[in-house]
């Protein structure tokens, strides 16, 4: 049996496209922004920082199949990019059935429901696709955007853990947070 690729996935408003080597210039406008990186480096990226994620970026799509970061487009334009890929730290849990859900967009994109949107159809495709059993997502505490759209997509609360970082961002003394959610979890909020 071939293992399965990446799907290209839509919503209403988004193409989610497999990341791929065409996609890199999007991906250095977009970590060129000091406040999308905010929370992640609290400074903009260097293009030769671009370049070297995006070589694992797109390395993360062969480790599960199926797995891996979209490019996101609405009427041609990017707008971000969303992954959906295996944990990579002990304290994540087991590989098996499992993948770490994340988005970053362009700040002109922000507060148009667009996050959640491309986060939903990456639920749906882990879930209805892929056969996961739980998804989960992490992020700053003090990052209040991105937790709020975590529990607009029916993830919940899990926990709050403390890392070692080498130069931490202001508010990392306040943790960082995970939210999930589970695949039964997931069935049953379609229903309502």
């Not at 999007?26 to 000091?34: I, N, R, T």
């Amino acid at each position: 049996m071939r293992p399965m690729s990446q799907a290209t996935l839509s919503t209403d408003r988004i193409t989610l496209v497999p990341l791929s080597d065409e996609h890199l210039e999007y991906e250095v406008e977009l970590d060129s922004d000091p406040e999308v990186m905010r929370f992640l480096t609290g400074r903009a990226r260097t293009r030769a920082e671009v370049e070297a994620s995006h070589r694992q970026r797109l390395a993360a799509a062969g480790r599960v199949p199926g797995l891996g970061f979209w490019a996101g487009f609405v009427d041609g334009q990017f707008v971000g990019w969303w992954i959906l890929m295996p944990p990579t730290r002990a304290d994540q849990g087991p590989v098996e059935g499992q993948a770490e859900l994340g988005y970053r967009l362009l700040r002109r994109y922000w507060r148009q429901g667009l996050a959640s949107e491309g986060a939903r159809e990456l639920l749906r495709h882990g879930f209805e696709d892929l056969g996961l059993t739980r998804i989960f997502a992490e992020t700053m505490t003090v990052n209040t955007a991105s937790r709020a759209t975590m529990s607009a997509i029916g993830m919940e609360y899990v926990r709050t853990f403390h890392m070692d970082w080498e130069d931490p961002l202001p508010g990392t003394e306040l943790g960082e947070v995970e939210y999930a959610i589970t695949r039964e979890q997931w069935l049953a909020s379609r229903v309502r």
